[in-house]
């Protein structure tokens, strides 16, 4: 199956600190991503929608200006969460569908990333 | 949005039984019903799927339901060895363009030998 690849594989950082997370597609160049958080022993809860080239949009209730989501390129896509703190501890995985020739997803399977555990002190 | 609620949040079978994991959606318009087995610490795997298109659909011991008109899909493990113990996801999504993907709150399932 088609590889994502997510990096660091867990991070601990200071409450008030910024952290990026990045997504990277290895095998095929991805137009869209998709960054989800879970909390132990929880769902995958979608965040956002990455675009590339464009904004990222946001599901209703997560902080678009705490956590930035930039996809500059058809392989890349990164997650910052800006100005860390406590609860921001989680499980954060991104995924990506391959597309086919005709630009549309081939199966729409969703391929995930590893995940990074995020701990704020 | 979509919501998708799973049913049960836990479920322990005896190695060898067969387990019933159910999932139901809200918006019509979903196309797209995959099932994915989430091992402690590591990424979800794809197991499964269906599209609305087919009322079932059958790999080796998984099986998975789907009825759209009720709108809940269901997966079947039948014969159950304990490494089928894992968290498993269901999941709808509008299909092939890249739509979003909403994930069921997951099923802890423990195949006990």
């Known amino acids: 199956g088609a590889v994502v690849s997510q990096h660091p594989s867990w991070v601990i950082c200071k409450s008030g600190t910024s952290v990026k997370i990045e997504c990277r597609s290895l095998d095929f160049q991805a137009t869209t991503m998709f960054w989800y958080r879970q909390f132990p022993k929880q769902s995958l809860m979608l965040m956002a929608t990455?675009?590339?080239?464009?904004?990222?949009?946001?599901e209703q209730g997560v902080e678009k200006d705490k956590f930035l989501i930039n996809h500059a390129s058809l392989t890349l896509s990164t997650l910052t969460v800006t100005s860390a703190h406590p609860e921001d501890s989680s499980f954060y995985i991104c995924?990506?569908?391959?597309?086919?020739?005709?630009?549309?997803?081939?199966?729409?399977?969703?391929?995930f990333g590893e995940g990074s555990r995020l701990t704020v002190l | 949005g979509e919501n998708v609620e799973q049913h049960p949040s836990t479920l322990s079978v005896q190695e060898g039984d067969s387990a019933v994991i159910k999932c139901t959606y809200s918006?019509?318009?979903?196309?797209?019903f995959p099932w994915y087995k989430q091992e402690l610490g590591k990424r979800p795997q794809l197991i499964i799927d269906?599209?609305?298109?087919?009322g079932e659909k059958k790999d080796q011991r998984i099986a998975v339901t789907l009825n759209k008109t009720a709108k809940h899909f269901s997966l079947h493990i039948t014969e159950t060895q304990p490494e089928d113990s894992a968290v498993y996801f269901c999941a709808a999504s509008k299909g092939y363009n890249f739509n979003k993907f909403y994930f069921g709150s997951g099923t802890k399932l423990n195949v006990k030998p």
């Open positions: 990455s675009n590339e080239g464009s904004k990222a949009t946001y």
């Open positions: 918006d019509s318009a979903s196309n797209y």
């Open positions: 995924s990506a569908s391959r597309p086919g020739t005709s630009g549309r997803a081939i199966t729409g399977e969703l391929f």
């Open positions: 269906i599209r609305s298109n087919v």
